[in-house]
C-alpha cells in the first residue's frame, strides 16, 4: 500500500484527487517535482548523448563523411525497430545536406535493410560487399551490430568503417568500429539503458545537433519515427522513452503545428568542444512540427480508420504490424521508401503495398498460429509444460516471432518457434512477465550457433539435429528458475478497487495525465465486485474469441450501464448465458470508445471472476 502521507501531500499540493494521487506514488512519484515532470514531459530533460560511450567518436566520423561527400550505407534490422531507425537517419541526412541538387542527396545515403532469408540477422558479409562494390566507406549500422565482431573485422580489410548504433546486449568482444553506441556497453556511464535501436540513433542525431549548433526543427520532426520504434520494440515507457514518446504521440494527434510545445530555452555549454555541451532547446519562435511525414500519414488512414487520439497501443496494433509485414512477407525496402515518400502521392501508393503485405502476413500467420496451438494440444505434456518448443521445417520464417507470441498468450510460458532455414534450426523466442528468455539461451548456447535479444525476445539459430537436446535443455533450464512445481502465471496488478459510480469522463481525463501508457508504466488496472450483465447483452464479437457485454452494479446506482469488451475471454460466453443471474468481479483497463462521432465509457477487461469461486 502507498504511503498515505506521501498520497495526501501530492494531493494537497497538486490539487489532485486522492486516487490520481495514489496511483503516481504507486509509480514511484512521490515529490511535487517528480509528478510536475511525469505530467509534463520535457525535451529539454533528455540525457546528454555525450554521457554514451563513443559518442565524440561517432559525431566525428560523421562529420569527416559530410565534409569529404562520402556515401554512407545506413544499415538495419527488418523488423519496425530497424526500418524505422534506417528511415530517421536517411530522412535527417538528406534533409541536412538538400540544396538545388535534390538526386544528390537521395544518393549519398544507401537505405540497406538485410534479406532475412538470404543474410539473416543484422549486418552480413553480403552487405559489406554490397558497400565496398558500390564505393561506400562508411556503414551506421542501427538496431544491430553489437556482436558482429568479424563481420566489422572483414569490412576493415576493405577500407569500410563502421559506426554502430544497438541497443541489445553486446558479448564480451566488442566489434572492432570506429564506434559502438550501446547503452548496455558494461563500460558505459550513459544512465538509461533502455533505448529502442531508433532512440540510439536519435541520440546520434541530437550530439550531432548540438555539436554544431543546427536548428532543432529537424531533429524533433524524426519524434514520429522514434515513437514508432518505441511502441513495437516494447522497452519501458519510462524515463527518456517517456518524454520521447508523449511528444512523437502529439504529432500523429495534434491537428495544428503551433499546437507541438517545444521545450523552453536553457543554459548550454559550447558546442565547439565533443567534450559534453548540454542539451540543446530551440529559441521560442522556433517551430519543432510541421506534421506527420507522409509515409506515416498514409499508414494513419489505413490502420486507424476511427476517430480518436492515438495511444502507443494504437501503433502496436495498427502500424507496427504493416511495418513488420514488408520485412515479414516480403522485401522491408518497402516500408523503408514508404517513411522516406516525399509526397502524398508516394506515401499513398507505398501504404497500400505495404497494407496488402501484412494482408498477406495475417493469413499466414493464422495458418502457421493454427498448426502451432494444435500440436500443444496434440502433446500429452504441452498443457502442463513449463515452456513451449515448436519446431516444422515448413513453417514461414517471416511470422514465427508472431507464432510465438500467439502460443504464449494462449499457454503463458516461455515459447520458442522453430523453422527450417539454409540447414539450421532458426525462430523466436519470446517470454512471460519478468522471466529472462535471453539468460535461458545463454545456458543453451553449446547447442546454438547463434543467438541474440533481450530478455523478452531474442531471436535464433541451432543445427536441426540439435533441436530435441536444446528441447530437453530449455525446458530444464526455464523450470530450474520458476518455484518447485509451478508454472509461470499471468500477473494481474489491481491499482484500486472502485464502484461504477466512480467511473467517469472526468475520472477519465484525470488518468489521461498518466499516458502514455506501456511497460514500466502500465494503464491502472481496476476491479469492481458485485457486477451483472444486462439481460440479453452477451455476445461473441469477432472470429477470434473476443467477449462484448454490457455490465451494471445493482445496489449503486440505478440504470448505470457500462459498455465492456473482453479480447480473447470468449471462453467464458457459455457460463454468462447458462448463468445470466450470476454476479461476479471484473478487472478492467477504463477507455474511451469512440464510434461515429459517439463516445461512450468503455471497460477494456482483462478477466472475470465468479462470486461462488468457481
Not at 181 to 207: E, I, M
Not at 226 to 254: C, K, M, Q, W, Y
Not at 357 to 373: I, P, V
Request: charged residues 20%.
Amino acid at each position: 500500500m502507498p504511503n498515505s502521507t506521501t498520497v495526501a501531500g501530492l494531493e494537497q499540493a497538486l490539487g489532485i484527487s486522492p486516487l490520481l494521487a495514489r496511483l503516481l506514488v504507486q509509480r514511484g512519484i512521490e515529490t511535487p517535482a517528480a509528478a510536475e515532470a511525469f505530467f509534463t514531459p520535457d525535451l529539454a530533460n533528455l540525457v546528454s548523448p555525450w554521457l554514451m560511450c563513443d559518442m565524440d567518436l561517432a559525431v566525428a566520423r560523421l562529420r569527416r563523411a559530410l565534409d569529404s561527400g562520402e556515401r554512407i550505407l545506413v544499415l538495419g534490422d527488418y523488423d519496425v525497430d530497424g526500418i524505422t531507425s534506417v528511415a530517421l537517419v536517411v530522412s535527417f541526412l538528406r534533409d541536412l545536406i538538400e540544396g538545388p541538387d535534390l538526386d544528390e542527396a537521395a544518393s549519398r545515403f544507401q537505405p540497406y535493410i538485410p534479406d532475412r532469408h538470404r543474410e539473416g540477422y543484422g549486418i552480413s558479409v553480403q552487405a559489406v560487399d554490397f558497400a565496398k562494390a558500390s564505393g561506400i566507406s562508411l556503414i551506421i549500422a542501427l538496431d544491430c551490430g553489437v556482436k558482429a565482431v568479424e563481420q566489422v573485422a572483414y569490412a576493415n580489410t576493405l577500407g569500410v568503417d563502421f559506426v554502430i548504433c544497438d541497443h541489445h546486449l553486446p558479448g564480451e568482444v566488442l566489434p572492432p568500429a570506429v564506434a559502438v553506441l550501446d547503452p548496455k556497453r558494461l563500460d558505459c556511464s550513459y544512465p538509461y539503458p533502455d533505448l529502442s535501436g531508433c532512440g540510439v540513433g536519435f541520440k546520434l542525431l541530437q550530439a550531432y545537433t548540438e555539436k554544431y549548433n543546427l536548428p532543432l526543427a529537424p531533429l524533433y520532426a524524426q519524434l514520429d519515427l522514434v515513437t514508432v520504434s518505441i511502441a513495437a520494440d516494447v522497452v519501458p515507457i519510462t524515463g527518456e522513452n517517456r518524454i520521447l514518446a508523449h511528444h512523437g504521440l502529439r504529432r500523429f494527434n495534434v491537428t495544428q503545428a503551433a499546437a507541438f510545445a517545444a521545450p523552453q530555452p536553457s543554459a548550454l555549454a559550447s558546442a565547439d568542444t565533443l567534450d559534453g555541451p548540454g542539451p540543446l532547446a530551440p529559441p521560442p519562435t522556433e517551430a519543432a512540427h510541421d506534421g506527420l511525414r507522409p509515409g506515416l500519414a498514409a499508414l494513419h488512414e489505413l490502420a486507424t480508420p476511427r476517430q480518436g487520439p492515438l495511444s502507443l497501443s494504437s501503433l502496436v496494433f495498427g502500424f507496427a504490424p504493416r511495418i513488420n509485414a514488408a520485412g515479414r512477407m516480403g522485401d522491408a525496402h518497402r516500408a523503408v521508401n514508404m517513411l522516406l515518400a516525399a509526397t502524398q502521392q508516394e506515401a499513398r501508393y507505398t501504404a497500400e503495398v505495404v497494407d496488402h503485405m501484412n494482408q498477406e502476413r495475417r493469413l499466414s500467420d493464422a495458418r502457421t498460429t493454427q498448426e502451432a496451438l494444435a500440436l500443444i494440444v496434440a502433446d500429452p505434456d504441452g498443457a502442463t509444460s513449463p515452456a513451449t518448443v515448436l519446431y516444422q521445417a515448413h513453417w514461414p520464417q517471416g511470422v514465427l516471432g508472431i507464432v510465438a507470441s500467439r502460443c504464449l498468450d494462449q499457454y503463458y510460458r516461455p515459447t520458442v518457434i522453430l523453422t527450417e532455414r539454409d540447414g539450421l534450426a532458426t525462430g523466436s523466442a519470446r517470454s512471460v512477465s519478468g522471466f529472462d528468455v535471453h539468460e535461458v539461451l545463454e545456458a543453451c548456447a553449446p547447442l546454438l550457433r547463434q543467438f541474440g535479444g533481450h530478455k523478452a525476445a531474442a531471436g535464433l539459430a541451432l543445427p536441426i539435429e540439435n533441436v530435441p537436446a536444446f528441447r530437453e535443455q530449455f525446458m530444464r533450464e526455464v523450470a530450474a528458475r520458476l518455484p518447485a512445481g509451478q508454472l509461470p502465471v499471468r500477473p494481474v496488478e489491481i491499482d484500486a478497487e472502485l464502484d461504477f459510480t466512480q467511473l467517469t469522463e472526468e475520472f477519465l481525463n484525470q488518468l489521461g495525465r498518466l499516458e502514455p501508457f506501456g511497460p514500466g508504466n502500465p494503464a491502472p488496472i481496476f476491479a469492481t465486485h458485485h457486477v451483472r450483465a444486462v439481460p440479453g447483452s452477451v455476445r461473441p464479437v469477432g472470429q477470434a474469441g473476443h467477449l462484448k457485454i454490457r455490465l451494471m452494479q445493482p445496489g449503486q446506482s440505478p440504470g448505470l450501464v457500462l459498455e465492456a469488451i473482453g479480447f480473447g475471454l470468449g471462453h467464458y460466453l457459455p457460463r454468462l448465458l447458462e448463468s445470466p443471474e450470476a454476479s461476479f468481479s471484473v478487472c478492467y483497463a477504463l477507455e474511451m470508445n469512440e464510434f461515429r462521432g459517439h463516445r461512450t465509457l468503455q471497460l477494456r477487461l482483462n478477466d472475470l471472476r465468479w462470486e461462488d469461486g468457481k
